[in-house]
DNA sequence: ATTATTGTTGGTAG
DNA sequence: TCTACCAACAATAA
C-alpha cells in the first residue's frame, strides 16, 4: 500500500478521524509494531488529545497536547480503519488501536498490518527517522539544486537505487521511481553520477507528475494495489469510505506491472528486471542509457 | 509447491 | 566512516 500518495491519503483520513479529538483507550500488544510495553502505549496517550496530524514521506506524525507525538510507518501492508460503533471487537490483523471522542462522536481508529513490518513510536522530540529523512516532494517540492549533489556524490549507485534512499526525497519507493523514470525517460540502471542538469530537471518534473496521478487516482477510488501485489486490503470497516463490493481490481499504473504492454509513448513492449532487489519495468527505447 | 509483493534494517565485506 | 550488497521480517495470492 505505501508510497508517498497513499500515506497522504491515509493523513488526511486520520485528520478526519482523529484531529481534535480525546483519546479514551489505547492498545498495542505486537512488539513488532510497538517496542515498548503495551502498558506505556495505553499510559502515555489516554487523556490525550489529538493537535495534528502530520506526514513526511512514508512517516506519519501525530502531534498530541502535552507535547507527544505518535509516529507511524506502515511498512509495506499497513493502513488505519476506523469504525463509528463501539463495537471493541478486534478486526483481523488489527495490531494497535485507539479509542477516540471527538464532542459527541466516539470512534475507533485501528492500525491493520498483516506482515507487521510497521512501526509505531511514541515520543518527545523528532526521531532520526524521521529528522533524517530528505525534502518531501509534495509539500516541499523539489529543488534542483539540493538534488544535484545529492545525485553526483554517489559514485556506483543506479539512479533508482538512489531515488529510493529516503535521505534523497522523502517518500519514494518502488512504484514512484519506476513511474517518474519512464516519465522523464532515463534508464533506471544509469549511475546516479552520470545525470545531466537536463535529466535532473525533467525528473524534479516527473516525480511530482506521479505523485499528483496516484493521488488523483487515490481519490476516485481506484483500486490502489498493483495487479499481483502480494496482500489485497478487504475487510475494512471504515465509516468514511466504505468498501465497494464487486469492483474489478485493476492496474492504475502506466508502466509499474505492465511488463510486455506496449509502451504508452512509442508502443515497444515494456520489459522487467531487478535491480538493487527491486522490480523494475522500464521501455528499452524511451529509456535507453544515453552514451556519455 | 513455487514465486512474487508498494519497505526498512542489521550484518558483513570492502 | 562511508558504501554496497543481501538476508530477514510475515502474509497472501497467482
Redesign the pocket.
Same mark, same amino acid.
Given at each position: /500500500?505505501?508510497?508517498l500518495p497513499?500515506v497522504e491519503n491515509v493523513r488526511r483520513r486520520l485528520e478526519r478521524w482523529l484531529r481534535g479529538a480525546r483519546i479514551t483507550a489505547a492498545r498495542a500488544e505486537d512488539r513488532?509494531i510497538y517496542r515498548a510495553t503495551p502498558r506505556s502505549f495505553a499510559q502515555k496517550l489516554v487523556g490525550r488529545r489529538v493537535e495534528t496530524v502530520g506526514r513526511k !514521506? $512514508? &512517516?506519519l506524525r501525530l502531534v498530541l497536547d502535552d507535547e507527544l507525538l505518535v509516529f507511524a510507518?506502515? !511498512? /509495506?501492508?499497513g493502513d488505519f480503519h476506523a469504525s463509528a460503533r463501539d463495537d471493541g471487537a478486534t478486526e %483481523?490483523?488489527e495490531r494497535a488501536r485507539l479509542e477516540v471522542i471527538s464532542g459527541p462522536k466516539k470512534s475507533i481508529v485501528r492500525y491493520i498490518d498483516?506482515? @507487521? &513490518?510497521g512501526?509505531i513510536v511514541l515520543a518527545r522530540e523528532d526521531i532520526p #527517522?524521521w529528522t533524517e529523512l530528505g525534502p518531501d516532494p509534495l509539500t516541499d517540492g523539489i529543488d534542483v539544486a539540493d538534488l544535484r549533489p545529492k545525485l553526483s @556524490? %554517489? $559514485?556506483?549507485?543506479?539512479i533508482k537505487?538512489?531515488l529510493?534512499e529516503?535521505g534523497v526525497l522523502a !517518500?519514494?519507493?518502488?512504484?514512484? #521511481?519506476t513511474e517518474a523514470l519512464w516519465k522523464a525517460a532515463i534508464d533506471p540502471r544509469a549511475p546516479a553520477a552520470s545525470l545531466g542538469d537536463e535529466d535532473i530537471r525533467r525528473l524534479a518534473r516527473a516525480i511530482p507528475w506521479a505523485i499528483d496521478r496516484q493521488l488523483a487516482s487515490l481519490a476516485k477510488g481506484d483500486v490502489?494495489?498493483?495487479? $499481483? #501485489?502480494?496482500? #489485497?486490503r478487504?475487510s475494512r470497516i471504515d465509516v468514511d469510505d466504505p468498501p465497494k463490493a464487486g469492483v474489478a481490481?485493476r492496474n492504475p499504473f502506466l508502466i509499474?506491472?505492465r511488463k510486455g504492454e506496449p509502451c504508452p509513448r512509442c508502443r515497444t513492449p515494456l520489459e @522487467?528486471f531487478?535491480l538493487?532487489? %527491486?522490480?523494475t519495468t522500464f521501455c528499452p527505447r524511451c529509456q535507453e542509457r544515453r552514451r556519455r
Open positions: /500500500m505505501p508510497e497513499d513488532n !514521506g $512514508k &512517516w510507518h506502515l !511498512g /509495506m501492508t %483481523r490483523f498483516p506482515r @507487521r &513490518w512501526r #527517522a @556524490r %554517489r $559514485k556506483r549507485r543506479s537505487e538512489v529510493l529516503q !517518500g519514494v519507493g518502488n512504484i514512484l #521511481a490502489d494495489d498493483p495487479p $499481483k #501485489a502480494g496482500v #489485497a478487504r481490481r509499474y506491472g @522487467r531487478v538493487g532487489g %527491486r522490480t
